[in-house]
C-alpha cells in the first residue's frame, strides 16, 4: 500500500544522473589538486635563476675537461697545462681541437687559479680554479678543485 507521506512519490526521488550532477566527488578534487600541483612543481623548477644555473653548467664541464685532459695525459705521457685566456681558456699538451676552449656563457670567468697542471703523474699538486659569473645580479662563483688524488670537483667557495 502506497501512503502519501512526502518525499514518497517517485518523482522525488533523485535519479543517479540528477545525483551526479550536483557536485564533485573526492576523487576528482584529488585528481585535480594533483595536477596543480605537478604543474606547479614544474614552474619552480622552470624558474631558477638562470645565471647560477648558467655557472654550475660551466664549473661541471670544466671539472669533467679536466679530469678528461688529466686522463689524456696519463695516456700519452705528456703533462696537460691549463690556463685561463680572455673569453675562454687553453689547453697546451693536447692535439688541437680535442678539447673546447670557450664558456658556454660570455659573462663567466676564472676569477682565481689561472693554471692547471694536469699530470702525467698519477698523483698531481693540490690546485684550485674560481669560476665566476658577471651575468648575475648577485655575485656567485664556484671552486674546482682537487687534493691530487681524487678527481675535480664543484664547491662553494669558503667566505
Known amino acids: 500500500m502506497r501512503t502519501s507521506v512526502p518525499g ?11 545525483a551526479r550532477a550536483s557536485g564533485f566527488t573526492l576523487i576528482e578534487l584529488l585528481v585535480v589538486v594533483a595536477i596543480v600541483a605537478i604543474a606547479s612543481a614544474g614552474v619552480s623548477f622552470a624558474m631558477r635563476d638562470s645565471a647560477a644555473a648558467q655557472l654550475d653548467r660551466e664549473a ?4 669533467a675537461l679536466f679530469e678528461s685532459a688529466r686522463a689524456q695525459s696519463r695516456t700519452t705521457g705528456v703533462p696537460v697545462v691549463w690556463h685561463a685566456v680572455q673569453g675562454g681558456f687553453r689547453f697546451d699538451g693536447v692535439p688541437a681541437g680535442t678539447l673546447p676552449d670557450q664558456w658556454l656563457d660570455s659573462g663567466t670567468y676564472v676569477a682565481d687559479g689561472p693554471v692547471v697542471v694536469l699530470g702525467p703523474e698519477p698523483i698531481i699538486a693540490r690546485q684550485a680554479v674560481v669560476l665566476a659569473s658577471s651575468s648575475s645580479a648577485a655575485p656567485r662563483s664556484l671552486r674546482i678543485e682537487t687534493d691530487g688524488l681524487r678527481p675535480f670537483t664543484v664547491t662553494e667557495p669558503a667566505p
Open 8 to 18: 514518497n512519490s517517485a518523482q522525488a526521488r533523485p535519479t543517479p544522473a540528477r
Open 60 to 63: 661541471q664541464r670544466l671539472s
